[in-house]
């Protein structure tokens, strides 16, 4: 298990979804997968239950691994966040030195990340290099191709 899982109440019951949808659906599912392989005779030669076997075990430790998260998260209030400096649930949005496009993104923990809607990790390279910054800093975040400036337009909630 890793450290404290710092999430919305959102977050949280997407988390709490997931996990259930796997046991009462994925799991039952994979159990008449592996009896309906059993029954066709030879383990040995049976590619299909050799398959569902392997299915089965790659959903427990999704499973466990969901477990683990949910046991691990507190539930931040987002009403008490402070947008003096970057930290986890803050809106950041951030304008690269070297050709001034924008950029926005939140931050939140690591089972919330989703790019598509925006929201990175606080354990990614441009979050580390953003949290405890303030309004008008700028960060140096370095990325496979070198390094990157960005300065700090604004927080929010």
């Known amino acids: 298990m890793s ?4 999430m919305t109440e959102e977050g949280l019951a997407k988390l709490k979804k ?8 994925d799991r039952p599912s994979i159990s008449r997968q592996i009896a309906e392989a059993r029954d066709k005779g030879d383990l040995s030669e ?4 050799d398959a569902a076997k392997e299915a089965q ?10 477990e683990d998260q949910v046991a691990m998260a507190r539930i931040i209030d987002e009403t008490k966040i402070n947008t003096d400096t970057v930290q986890i649930l ?3 949005k951030i304008r690269n030195k070297a050709n001034s496009s924008i950029l926005e993104y939140t931050l939140v923990s690591d089972p ?3 790019f598509k809607a925006k929201k990175i990790s606080v354990n990614t390279p441009i979050a580390k290099a953003l949290m405890g910054k303030k ?9 496979p191709s070198g390094n ?5 337009v604004d927080i929010s909630r």
């Open 18 to 25: 997931e996990l259930e949808q796997l046991k009462t659906v």
């Open 46 to 49: 049976n590619a299909e239950y």
């Open 57 to 66: 075990g790659m959903l427990e430790m999704k499973i466990s691994k969901l």
């Open 90 to 92: 803050n809106k950041v």
């Open 3 to 6: 450290g404290m899982n710092y």
């Open 148 to 152: 990157v400036e960005y300065e700090i």
């Open 112 to 114: 919330e990340a989703d």
């Open 135 to 143: 309004v008008g800093e700028v960060v140096i975040v370095t990325i």
